[in-house]
């Protein structure tokens, strides 16, 4: 495989505390099997089967896993220097035992600000280029291991270019360094290695080779145009440097190619009859160079690994000179590849510029790039042709559009070593929308190839992103021969980027980064989060510096320059990156205090059994500790014991933490904020619901403590001028005794309602105990507890969902149950649905179907308001474990749009979607959106899952998303499909232009409008 090295070779995270509820974390190989345990381990298994014969097993490599997810909550990470809005995050308590960890989540990368140039200082900014000096590179590559640091920092502005010394800090040498500075630059870049390594700068009316600061070669355009009659205004619009090449376009049409000698370290121009064999200017909308020389294996799985993985699946060419010949044996890695007008894309060899594969259908984004000629190839122009042909008979019906797809304006091919080992194209539309390609052998006898070809032929499958807010709406920098000087390359490579390694890919600039991040031969589409919108990213560059490891350089279009650093300890193997640490526990439940800022978590651990006392007067307590010591004897002599901590925000440090009696177990924890019946004032306090299990024949009492939170200054022990350092405590306030369990809470109005074995309880509070003053009788088990002002959805574990209401008018204290759900459901968790005024009811059951629910009493089907009417379900596929809500921010709204309405501005203002995580380990969210929106997707969801979309293994979406039911229990009634399915949505933009055009009209709208709703949806539903 083409695995990193992954978990098994992490650093380890230190953790809570030396108590027994966690001690020292561990590394996060696999579970919490530190990478050093896991070795040693193999080394022991190995030295064992040296004579017995056998299998000998060795760790090559783990993946993170953060399931089953048993809690979930929506946080505030610590604030770092240089955010400009606040930091989310999702912590999920996760594992069980010496597995259990917490996970944080966050959506996307979020940098952290190292230092920045203030917008302004860079007017004009139009590109950034870290470069090496030859003899940094030789010096620091000989006294260590670990890669040199890079030398300047070029920054190209409007009309001028800047260079900066990159040492203990950034220095201006643009005197100093005889580069070209009274222009733009428009590519900088190394090449050769060693002492030999050279700078080259691209300007637009040449390009200048240095050796450190020294220049050694220039080359006007008169040089590199390969016409006799060069025109003297032509220009230098775009360029690539790929060691030992150089490529470089003219304003006129014209191609130039320069080629490096590393035994002298000059670069040669090719001749004309060479460069004669590439195509025009004018038919080329794209180019860039290859380095096809990373060691890659045919296919995946095979360890025989060789350079040269595009060349060994193109096609040889017809003619072969004796001086090919002779250069076989050495042929260079090295290619150049074009995009045509057209969208087609082209594969030249260097140095003979022959043309060695080509391929239709770049910028119609077809599902795969074949040869031209090939049988897929053939079957790519008919399925465009039954599109278009789709498309005529639609027209009579509705506004469609015929429009070609725009011309690819830019586009690069990289492999990556250990990450993405096969070649990946990276192309950019018109529009603004990005194409991923995956390179791969298809072999002779598989895929229309003939079984007598002599080799396997060479094509590229798209790579499915997921792109939060669909298009960019910017265009790249245009490669033609009638383009101007532009912006600089949306698209760079980086590599090291990070910690452990670093992360490699592809980052895409403009007004929404993505990182593209090549991992385990997979591609992940992170978003840069963070990042205020107004900073607009125009280039990106890699920084390696003693002051900033690691780091990389975002320049804005305002004008500045941010130089950050990615979060450490953040492993990017999905959508969501994650830190792991390990508890060497079970984690239960985990909240965030909103009041305090920090996260409440319940632990359990195995303890040695110990007798209690117990009074001789108290049978039922005798009873219980009988059962206890007979389930302690048979698990060993150990009973598990329950604690609480508090946990910093950030680091999630162990700030204070409470151990509870051996045998009492913590069924709920909550922030609630209550209100003291004697002075009138809010207490914002961690409430606790705990239970005494002993079994079903043994009566289960419970207790609700409430602890304040408080922080104080701890002493330093050198006096009282010298300080302290301020440190989280917790003190137990109130206990109050139960008869029964204490399995779900929640604030209510300043009250504390507590579902009490099969009664709700609703206390007031009056600063040191806690007075029944309302109660409800519930079915059998109430598992959930939500409040919204008011209102109160309850979950019963086999009874389903009951709505409720608090009524407080000062004489009178009342629960009263508004309506419920009448058919059986077994429910796991309940959470409100917020849009605005409208408020819906979520419930999930233990089979993985999630329903909701609304009370409208004016309907003739609510049984006059008694029944919750069901308005959609929908199958998740996993059993849902937790659903927490979280507030959606306002939509970024654009300079030139009408201002909103008063109610517009209501509904905006309070959204909220909720999260759920599932016991398998993923994670989901569930939505609102407004009623346009959602008839013109679920249009476009119908044509989807019926017309267009090809399920694997001919599954079908639709009905995998229909309501399931385990053998002998109850079935439901069916309930409308009213969910929108964001997988099968999602698919829609890996679509080919056509194709998507096809489908838009038959949901009766067009391509860029369904593409501008997903847009509106992301947007809305950002976690931030």
Known sequence: GEGEGGGAGVAAESGAGDDGFGGDVAADGVGSVGAAALRAAAA???ARARDEPGYAFSVRDSVLGISPVID????????VRGDVEQRAELVAACGH???????????????ELVTEVEAGTLPGLRGTWTVFRGEDVSSQTSSSSSPPFHSYLVIALASSTMVLETGEELKEVSEQVEMVTDTRTVCCGNVFASSLTRIVQVHPKGVRVLDGAKMTQDFSTNDLAPSSDPSDDAEIVAASVCDPYVF???????????????????LLSLSNETIAKLPRGADVTAACLVDDGVLTA??????????????????SPIVETDAERDEKSERSTSMLALARVGGSVELYALPSCDKIWAADGLSEGVAVLAPVGSAAARENQRRSAAAAASATLSASTASLETSPPPEIVEMRVDAFERAHERPLLTAIRGDGSVLAYRAFLCPPGAGGVKRGAGRSQLRFARVPLDVEGGLDGGSGSSVSSSGTAGTASRLTRFEGIGDRGGIRGVFVSGARPLWLVARRSRVLALPMRGEALANRAVSF??????????????????????????????HYEAAWPVRKLALKCTPHHVRYLPDFKLYALSTSTLTKWREPKVEEDDSHFATLVNTRRAKAMARGGVEEQFAIRLLVPGTLESAWQHTLDPGEHVQTISNVQLRNTRTGALQSLLVAGTAFPGGEDTPCRGRALLFDVAWRMRSSGLGSHTGGTPEWIGRLACVREAKMACTALSGLEGNLVVAVGNKLIVHSWDGESLTPVAFFDTPLHTVTVNVVKNFILLGDLHKGAFFLRWKDTGHEKLLTQLAKDFEHMDVAATEFLVDGSALSMLAADTTGNCFSFSYDPKSTESWKGQKLLTKASFHVGSPVNRMVRYKLRAPVRAPNAPPPSAAEQKRVANRHAVFHGTLDGSLGVLAPTDKETHEKLQKLQRCLTSAALNSPAGLNSRSFRHVKTFEGRETRAPAAHEILDGDVLASFERMPWRMQQTLAAAAGMRRDEALELFRKISESAEFV
């Open 72 to 79: 979930l909550t929506v946080g505030a990470s610590a604030s």
């Open 44 to 46: 022991l298994a190995n």
């Open 541 to 570: 560059s890699c920084f390696h510096n003693r002051n900033c490891e690691h780091g990389f350089i975002l320049g804005t279009a305002a004008g500045g320059a941010r130089i950050c650093q990615i979060p450490s300890k953040m």
């Open 97 to 111: 035992g010496k597995n259990g960890a917490l996970a944080v989540l966050q959506r996307g990368i979020q940098p």
């Open 298 to 315: 045919d296919h995946p799985g095979l360890d025989k690994r060789a350079p040269g993985f595009l060349r060994r699946g193109c096609d």
């Open 248 to 266: 470089v376009v003219m304003s006129d049409g014209s191609l130039a190619v320069l080629k490096g000698d590393e035994t002298n370290g000059t």
